[in-house]
Each structure stands twice: as structure tokens, then as C-alpha cells.
């Protein structure tokens, strides 16, 4: 069996990451895993893991350069005897979903973020995410949302969780000499309670409404620690270091920029906020924060109804409600006994349901579904 998979890029991001995984668990089962995409720094890990890859400029968008990848994809196809090709973003899609045709090759896709439907043209450009032979959603929430906005079939859509490595994010694989002095870099006294909110610098993601439900629980001992870069956009950074002037609490505010290993972060914070003001299609913050051991306040919605367990991992709040966010803070700085509790179960529950290997095996599944039972004939 040879799998091809098709996506922008692998330079960084939670489609980068669960392509990656994929091609490793591929190899593992013994078949040949290739990914075309126009590179970036994954690739060197993604060699390294006995996959192959081929560089195309997927992440063009363009009709002319999408036509144009289709052919360079069905010469892939072709030459490599793909068994089945995987698309996991919509321009690569598109191209592969035209190579597919042309070469009668089973095509799947994985459906990882809403995509906003703004028209119908938006709406139409989207769809290459669920036009293959069986459509792999990262979520239930996400499977839904294919239902409801696509009309697809629930029969032709599976489910496979995003997960994370257990061994890699564990408390147990740190250093204490290193957080100690990570603690140290970032001015963190030894009393001081640390609330993490990891997340690139992008006003949906809530780091607003973090800052304004810190500024309620001043009377409690804490430091609170930003995790993630601006990219491009560094207005919002400096609006967000105002933000935190203006409500008194810059000394206590810690914006810690990306960060390529956040393992000691997770590890030296006691709590995890993830504040988004829309949904998460899954969010893997949440699951990566209690396989550290560490409780999660998540907004109620999208994917955290899934991954967290309210008031057994963590504590849902209500989605961009300040107050409610500083209540549940203000609880969880209350009983390091009741965060200790909460850790253990969050662990727990991580590993019996969001590990690495049960989202490839799902994704496999799929894989052996469509070669097993549904010829590249049908297409739609």
C-alpha cells in the first residue's frame, strides 16, 4: 500500500503536525508513505520518519496553479502507483481531487477547521474538503458542522480525534533544573500560582478576555504567562501589553512568545486557560494541557465539550463571559488539592482517549475502509 498525502505545507500548525503523524504511522504499518507539499521545516522530521516527500506549490490557490499541480500530482500518482491519496487543506484538494479523477485513485480527506462560508463561491471552494470517497472529521463538533453546512451523508463521514504523545507531554519528562529555570527567566517567585494561556497572538484565541478576568482575581497570588508569537500581526502584541497597563496588571503578565518546545510551560503552570471566542475545531491545548497533569478552564464550546470533562479535568466556562472566566479562575486558585485531583483525571482521560495512536489507527481505518470495500470509481 502506498499513501500519498496532499497539504499546503509543513512548516508549523495543527494540520502540518497531524500529516506528519500520519506519514510515521504509515511507515509503521509497513507501507509506503509519501506527502507532497511545498515544504518547510517539518520536512527534515518528516524524512526522518522513513516517509518521502515531493515539493509542489500546493499552497497556491489560483485555478491555473491548481490545474497545474493536478497534472503534477497525477505524474506522482502514476509513477508511484499511489494506492490512495489524502488531502488535509482546500487548494491541495482540488488538485488532488482532479488527479484522483484523472488516474482513478481513491481520494479521502480530512475536514480540519470550519473554513468560513462567507457566499456560495466560498462555500463551493470549501467543499473540495468533503468530496472525497469518505471525509475523516478531527471532531464531533466538526462532523456536525459537515452535516449541517455540506450535506453530507453521516454515513460517509468518520470521526478520528486529534491527539497527542503521552510520552512526550507528561510530567514526567521534564527536567527540574530546567523549569526551575524557566520559572527564574520569566520572573516567577516560588509562591506565585502560574495560569498558562498558550495560543498564537490572534484576537480570536481570547487572550483579551484572559487579561480582563485576570484583573478580578488581583487579590490572589499569580502569574499569568502568554504562549505564542504575533507572527506578522505585532499590533495586536502591543495592544494586548496596553491592554495589560491599562488594567493594572503588566507586572504580572508574562508575554513568553513562541515557543518550539511548550512542554516545560505546560509543566510549570498550574492551570490552563483556553479562552476562544469562536469554536475550536478540536483544540489540542486542552488535551496536551491534561496530559501534562495539568486542570483546563476552556470555553464551552466546539471541540472542548469534547476534550474536557467539566468539573472532573477542568471547568467549562461560558464562552467570552468575563465574569464567569474570572469565577472559575478565582475557584481553581482556590484548592491546589481540587487542581491536583482534577490533574490526575485529566491524564487519565487523555490517555484512553486523545493519544497519537488512536487517531492514525482511526485514520488508518478509514484508509482500509475505502481499499477494502469502494473502488476511485466513485468519486464525487
Not at 91 to 112: K, N, S
Not at 115 to 129: A, C
Request: with cysteine; glycine share 10%.
Amino acid at each position: 500500500m502506498k499513501i500519498l498525502q496532499v497539504t499546503a505545507g509543513l512548516d508549523q500548525g495543527g494540520v502540518e503536525r497531524g500529516t506528519l503523524e500520519m506519514a510515521a504511522y504509515t511507515v509503521q504499518q509497513g507501507a509506503t508513505s509519501l506527502v507532497a507539499s511545498n515544504g518547510g521545516r517539518m520536512v527534515e522530521d518528516l524524512i526522518a520518519s522513513g516517509a518521502e516527500h515531493r515539493m509542489l506549490p500546493l499552497e497556491r490557490r489560483d485555478p491555473l496553479a491548481i490545474f497545474s499541480n493536478a497534472l503534477k500530482l497525477r505524474t506522482i500518482i502514476l509513477q508511484e502507483k499511489a494506492s490512495l491519496v489524502h488531502a488535509r487543506s482546500r487548494a491541495p484538494a482540488w488538485a488532488a481531487l482532479l488527479a484522483c479523477r484523472l488516474t482513478g485513485t481513491p481520494f479521502v480527506t480530512t475536514f480540519h477547521g470550519t473554513h468560513r462560508i462567507q457566499n456560495r463561491l466560498k462555500r463551493l471552494y470549501n467543499s473540495s474538503m468533503v468530496r472525497g470517497i469518505r471525509t475523516i472529521a478531527i471532531s464531533g463538533f466538526i462532523k456536525q458542522h459537515i452535516i449541517t453546512n455540506y450535506q453530507i451523508p453521516e454515513s460517509r463521514i468518520d470521526v478520528a480525534p486529534r491527539g497527542c504523545n503521552p510520552d512526550v507531554f507528561s510530567p514526567e519528562a521534564v527536567d527540574q533544573d530546567v523549569l526551575a529555570e524557566l520559572r527564574q527567566s520569566l520572573g516567577i517567585g516560588s509562591t506565585d500560582v502560574v495560569i498558562s494561556l498558550p495560543g498564537r497572538l490572534t484576537r480570536w484565541k481570547g487572550q483579551g478576555v484572559f487579561l480582563q478576568a485576570m484583573q478580578q482575581v488581583v487579590d490572589l497570588p499569580w502569574k499569568a504567562v502568554l504562549i505564542g508569537g504575533p507572527g506578522k500581526k505585532t499590533a495586536y502584541l502591543e495592544e494586548l501589553k496596553a491592554q495589560a497597563g491599562a488594567l493594572g496588571i503588566a507586572d504580572r503578565v508574562v508575554f513568553a512568545g513562541d515557543q518550539s518546545d511548550i512542554v516545560p510551560y505546560y509543566a510549570i503552570s498550574d492551570i490552563i486557560v483556553s479562552a476562544s471566542t469562536e469554536p475550536e475545531a478540536f483544540g489540542r491545548v486542552a488535551v496536551e494541557a491534561q496530559a501534562m497533569g495539568k486542570p483546563v478552564i476552556a470555553s464551552a464550546h466546539g471541540g472542548a465539550l469534547e476534550t474536557v470533562r467539566d468539573g472532573v479535568t477542568g471547568w467549562l466556562f461560558e464562552s467570552g463571559n468575563i465574569d464567569d472566566l474570572a469565577n472559575k479562575i478565582r475557584h481553581a486558585l482556590g484548592s491546589e488539592a481540587e487542581r491536583k485531583r482534577m490533574g490526575d483525571s485529566g491524564r487519565q482521560w487523555v490517555m484512553e482517549h486523545f493519544t497519537i495512536e488512536q487517531m492514525c489507527q482511526a485514520e488508518w481505518e478509514t484508509y482500509l475502509k475505502v481499499m477494502g470495500s469502494v473502488s476511485g470509481s466513485e468519486i464525487t
